[in-house]
Nanobody, 116 residues
Framework: EVQLQASGGGLVQPGGSLRVSCAAS????????MSWARQAPGKGPEWVSA???????YYSDSVRGRFTISRDNAKNTLSLEMNSLKFEDTALYYC??????????WGKGTLVTVSS
């Protein structure tokens, strides 16, 4: 059974930093591209970033230059380092298996709140 569990969310001030992680199990993690997506209050899901099996990274325009995605295949872990956080980054953050246009498994989200 594919399982994806995000963690590390919390409350952070604008301009601050936070790192969220995702523990993956039930599939060959190193073989799959992985993504982060988010859903802000009252809005639809938004793809944020992806990393392919070779480590190449992709970002949405809204986070490029501020967020960094990474993976540790030895630990089956996906991470998202978020810097220079803005109010509009407040959302539930989900890790998902697959690239941005084919996220076929989603884990439970972790809440990131940017507030002063």
């Amino acid at each position: 059974e594919v399982q994806l569990q995000a963690s590390g969310g919390g409350l952070v001030q604008p301009g601050g930093s936070l790192r969220v992680s995702c523990a993956a199990s039930g599939f060959s993690f190193s073989s799959y591209p992985m993504s982060w997506a988010r859903q802000a209050p009252g809005k639809g899901p938004e793809w944020v970033s992806a990393i392919n099996s070779g480590g190449h990274t992709y970002y949405s325009d809204s986070v490029r230059g501020r967020f960094t995605i990474s993976r540790d295949n030895a630990k089956n872990t996906l991470s998202l380092e978020m810097n220079s956080l803005k109010f509009e980054d407040t959302a539930l953050y989900y890790c998902a298996r697959g690239p941005g246009n084919d996220m076929n498994y989603w884990g439970k989200g972790t809440l990131v709140t940017v507030s002063s």
